[in-house]
Structure formats: structure tokens, C-alpha cells
């Protein structure tokens, strides 16, 4: 762990905020590079029905963008010394957040248990429980 980075995936809501101070505190402990991940769901449409006024591609990089400068905010209100590296993915969230997790030899990834409430959290599945299962480094949870 103490040559290893650690990875902090977020979805900006408050549960991640809180993952965020214990990755942080994680990094700071053990000196190590910190990477702050999101992930933007793939956009999917069906350009048959004529409804879109942008194309699919054009709302995922919009999303994107909206992503960067939220996680422009998010760190400048970070006090911290470490080195940060954000990344910004797109695609299913476990399969990225794995991804990007053995392409950079990460030695631990900290998360939130859930952001999504309500009947999106009904809909979707567990992020935090895929990663954990799939991970190949330890996975904190936090509520």
C-alpha cells in the first residue's frame, strides 16, 4: 500500500463527500497519490422516435463537462497537500471503476456505500457491492 495510490470514485452526492474526507485521511496516512473518479453513464437514445435534439454523443460529452466542472468545485474546496489526479469515465460504474483501478495499480479504492436514493436506487444496482465483489485490492465502504 505505501507505493500504491488510492482511488475515490464519486457520483457528487453527499454519501461520496463523505467517502472523499476518509480516502483523504487514507492518503495522507500512508503518503500516497490520490485519484478522484467519475463516471458518466453511457447515453442511450433512440434516434428512430426524433424526440433529441442533440445527438447521444453530444449529451454524453455534455455530461462530461458537467462532471469536470463539478469536480473542479469539489476540489478546490479540498485543503490537502496531495497529489490528485481526476478522471473522468464513461461507461457502466463498476466496470469502469474496476478498470480503472488494475490499469493503474491502485492499492485500495474507498467508497460510499450508495448515492442514488429513492426509485433510482431501486432500479439500478449496488455500485459499492459490484466493485467490492470484483475488486482485486481492499474496498472501504463508507456510509
Known amino acids: 500500500m505505501k507505493t500504491r495510490q488510492i482511488l475515490c470514485p464519486t457520483d457528487f452526492s453527499e454519501t461520496a463527500s463523505h467517502a472523499l474526507r476518509y ?4 492518503a ?16 442511450y437514445a433512440n434516434e428512430n422516435y426524433q424526440i433529441l435534439t442533440i445527438t447521444p454523443e453530444e ?3 455534455s455530461m462530461e463537462d458537467a462532471a469536470a466542472e463539478k469536480m473542479q468545485q469539489l ?3 479540498l485543503k490537502s497537500e496531495l ?17 480503472e483501478a488494475e ?4 492499492g485500495m479504492i474507498v467508497m460510499a456505500s450508495h448515492g442514488r436514493t ?4 431501486f432500479l439500478h444496482t449496488n455500485v459499492a ?9 481492499p474496498v472501504l465502504v463508507v456510509k
Open 83 to 99: 497529489t490528485i489526479k481526476t478522471v473522468i469515465r464513461r461507461g457502466l460504474p463498476v466496470e469502469q471503476i474496476l478498470e
Open 28 to 43: 495522507n496516512f500512508y503518503h500516497v497519490c490520490f485519484r478522484l473518479l467519475h463516471v458518466v453513464d453511457q447515453a
Open 59 to 61: 449529451l454524453a460529452k
Open 103 to 106: 490499469a493503474n495499480d491502485v
Open 75 to 77: 476540489l478546490s474546496g
Open 129 to 137: 457491492e459490484g466493485v467490492a465483489n470484483g475488486a482485486k485490492c
Open 23 to 26: 480516502a483523504i485521511e487514507m
Open 118 to 121: 429513492g426509485f433510482s436506487h
